[in-house]
């Protein structure tokens, strides 16, 4: 049981660039998320999903995409990257139909935009 | 709507002392109540949850929580620090009732750094 991973762990991307964050989970958890972390800022929520073929905005959606096209899979996109772009980026996981409904959070991947 | 409250940045503490990280939340309904920590370059690890029953909640490593409905805090504490407790701890909310679309996820505070001293 892997748990929440994230791939990669660190990137660093040029302005204009695309790429695609991977998230990957193992205990059939309906509920995924992907949020970022800045400095004094704690986490703030990207893009979430309910369930497979179903995803909403969160807080800060604007210049990211994402897709659910399997439960255990929520891959954020970076369309264009920006420097504002910078951060340490967390998928997350939870069950609340289950009764789990503390988040899993992955190791974090790293990005900087130059 | 649903918001967390740290109200310190850092929080120092020297070792074998007790310690305490505040938080306090507010929801519309009642609440689910979480605490986080993040050791550096890791992602959050899950400490403790308030769900319902008893105010005082324990969890990993020695840690404890109370919550108290009339003053809507859920403080962080722990009888007696340790160095290796450095690291940033995050309060966490959800409203009970509330549980698809975006009432799902959990809402966070900006996280409290927590330094214990030998």
């Known amino acids: 049981n892997a748990g929440v991973t994230q791939t990669p762990k660190f990137q660093v991307l040029k302005t204009g660039q695309s790429m695609t964050l991977q998230c990957a989970q193992d205990?059939?958890?309906?509920?995924m998320s992907w949020y970022r972390q800045d400095p004094g800022m704690g986490l703030r929520l990207i893009h979430y999903?309910?369930?497979?073929?179903?995803?909403d905005q969160g807080e800060v959606p604007n210049g990211y995409n994402v897709s659910r096209s399997t439960t255990e899979d929520f891959p954020l996109r970076l369309l264009s990257a920006a420097p504002s772009q910078t951060s340490v980026y967390f998928c997350?996981?939870?069950?609340?139909?289950?009764?789990?409904?503390?988040?899993?959070f992955g190791p974090g991947t790293r990005l900087t935009v130059t | 709507a649903q918001s967390v409250a740290q109200p310190e940045d850092q929080v120092n503490v020297a070792e074998g002392n007790p310690l305490t990280v505040k938080c306090t939340y507010s929801v519309s309904g009642n609440p689910y109540l979480f605490w986080y920590v993040q050791y550096p370059n890791r992602g959050l690890q899950f400490l403790l949850k308030?769900?319902?029953?008893?105010?005082l909640v324990k969890g990993s490593y020695g840690f404890e929580a109370e919550f108290n409905k009339s003053q809507t805090s859920f403080h962080l504490k722990k009888p007696s620090a340790l160095v290796s407790d450095s690291a940033l701890y995050f309060c966490?909310?959800?409203?009970?009732?509330?549980?698809?679309?975006?009432?799902?996820?959990?809402?966070f505070g900006k996280g409290t750094k927590l330094s214990v001293k030998p």
């Open positions: 997350a996981s939870s069950s609340p139909g289950t009764g789990s409904l503390e988040q899993y």
């Open positions: 999903s309910v369930g497979a073929g179903i995803t």
């Open positions: 308030y769900i319902t029953g008893d105010n």
């Open positions: 966490a909310v959800r409203d009970r009732w509330n549980y698809g679309g975006s009432q799902g996820n959990l809402i």
């Open positions: 205990m059939n958890h309906e509920y």
